[in-house]
């Protein structure tokens, strides 16, 4: 299988990379920069310099594709960024039946303690934009799976569960956590996130929006305490953690979400595998 890639460097992508060509696909990667590049060569894969500006040199090198895996994020267009791809998936892989497989966000669907994809969404301003594209999608002749992933570990100490290390600490050592730290977070180690993508486009159809969570659902006071150990937590009112990290972040953070996973569970024979998130956090206190 002939798989066209975005974001092939970044914490999913760099995961799902190695999945795809341990199976034999042959994989193309749309990259920005030499490093990427070279990054995606050294892995075995191709790497095509593209301007993610440019919709139809997107559209162009998705249409050799047998299926596509979109993982790339832009800073500071996101949006824009986001949309210029989909159009192009739109146009390169409409009406052909190949895959596309996008990627959400869990938070677009707001809290909830039992959340699946029939739920409507609701999501923080944040992730808001997200959901006019996505609809979008879902009104093409494409065939479409959107991956929400929860909150991604297991990438060696990046990405949104590294903040709760930074959290200040009061006089006597504890631990801020963010918030009350009552809420869940639905979580996902990055390596079955990895498996995930890379039996959806093997399956070579579209299973609309599939909730990328394994099912293990922590409160944030939970993890805050793998990572103080000892030293134990301190809890803080929800409007000192919109002061210091800004309101729309915050919002996303305090989200209480939990969600079993189940259609997941459904594709390709995949359960998730690796360690939780408070395992890791837990065994990353005491290294």
Known sequence: MHVVMTGATGLIGSAVLPRLLERGDRV?????????????????????????????????AFAQ????????????????FDR???????????GTGRPYVHTGGVWVY????????????DPPALTAWRTGI??????????????????????GGTGIPQLLAQQPRTDDGRLTTLGSGEQHWTTIHV????????????????????LGVGGVNPTVAELSAAVAGDAGIATED???????????????????QQASGTKARTIGGW?????????????????
């Open 28 to 60: 193309t990667a749309l990259v920005r920069s030499e490093d990427a590049a070279l990054a995606v060569e050294r892995a075995g894969a191709a790497a095509v310099a593209i301007d993610f500006g440019d919709a139809d040199a997107i559209a162009a």
């Open 65 to 80: 594709a047998d299926g596509v895996i979109h993982l790339a994020a832009a800073g500071d267009d996101a949006e824009g």
């Open 84 to 94: 210029r791809v989909a159009a192009a998936a739109v146009r390169a892989l409409g």
């Open 110 to 121: 707001g809290a909830g303690d039992d959340l699946t994809e029939t739920d409507p969404v």
């Open 134 to 155: 996505i609809e979008a999608l879902e009104g093409a002749d494409v065939a479409l799976t959107v991956i929400h992933p929860g909150i991604v570990y297991g990438d």
């Open 191 to 210: 390596d079955d996130l990895a498996r995930l993508y890379a039996v959806v486009v093997a399956a070579g159809e579209g299973f609309g929006p599939v």
């Open 238 to 256: 929800p409007s000192a953690t919109e002061e210091r990290l800004g309101a729309p972040f915050a919002a996303a953070l305090l989200l209480d």
């Open 271 to 287: 359960t998730p595998t690796r360690p939780t998130l408070v395992e890791e956090l837990a065994r990353g206190s005491r290294d």
